[in-house]
């Protein structure tokens, strides 16, 4: 099953029922999910690591 016939006819159709199952206030959060994950996912195959900038912040020192 060839996936590059897809046209903008099916991605409206899966954009719509995506909006419909995750709902318009969660959709921007799994879209944000999905892009992380999916560039982890290429820069573990490439062996490259990419800093982000939650990470790169140092956590505060106990007393």
């Known amino acids: 099953m060839p996936f590059n016939n897809i046209g903008p ?3 409206i ?3 719509v029922i995506a909006l ?7 959709l921007p ?3 944000k ?3 992380k994950g999916m560039r982890e ?3 573990s195959l490439s ?5 982000d900038e ?10």
């Open 9 to 11: 006819t099916e991605l």
């Open 13 to 15: 159709i899966v954009l």
């Open 20 to 26: 419909i199952v995750i709902g318009p206030k969660r």
């Open 29 to 31: 959060e799994v879209g």
């Open 33 to 35: 999910s999905l892009g």
């Open 41 to 43: 996912f290429k820069d």
């Open 47 to 51: 062996g490259e690591r990419r800093e």
């Open 54 to 63: 939650e990470d790169a912040t140092p956590l505060p020192r106990a007393k």
